[in-house]
């Protein structure tokens, strides 16, 4: 089974940047789909991009032009670049496989925007 460990949130002020990163086992992640989700408080998790196995990437409406996915296959990792950060941005941020989760997900790791 595989398994996720994202790292890297924090507290950020608004127009600041955070890199995420998601370590997960297995010698088969470079074919799959990764994406990245976000939490907020109250609210359903929501899918803000992917990176398919050969790079292709797409992004929310609200993340375009602010956040990059990539990966490194050979660390078995995928990241995620936020830059210009917003008060909306704040959430717990996940990674999971795309369109199909895996079975179990990381504990997520929290981001939160605020002066």
């Known amino acids: 089974q595989v398994q996720l460990v994202e790292s890297g949130g924090g507290l950020a002020q608004p127009g600041g940047s955070l890199r995420l990163s998601c370590a997960a086992s297995?010698?088969?992640?470079?074919?799959?789909?990764m994406g990245w989700f976000r939490q907020a408080p109250g609210k359903q998790r929501d899918l803000v991009a992917t990176?398919?196995?050969?790079?292709?990437?797409n992004y929310a409406d609200s993340v375009k032009g602010r956040f990059t996915i990539s990966r490194d296959n050979a660390k078995n990792t995928v990241y995620l670049q936020m830059n210009n950060l917003e008060p909306e941005d704040t959430a717990v941020y996940y990674c999971?496989?795309?369109?199909?989760?895996?079975?179990?997900w990381g504990q997520g790791t929290q981001v939160t925007v605020s002066s």
């Open positions: 297995g010698s088969i992640f470079r074919i799959y789909t």
């Open positions: 999971n496989r795309v369109p199909s989760p895996f079975g179990s």
């Open positions: 990176i398919t196995r050969g790079d292709t990437t």
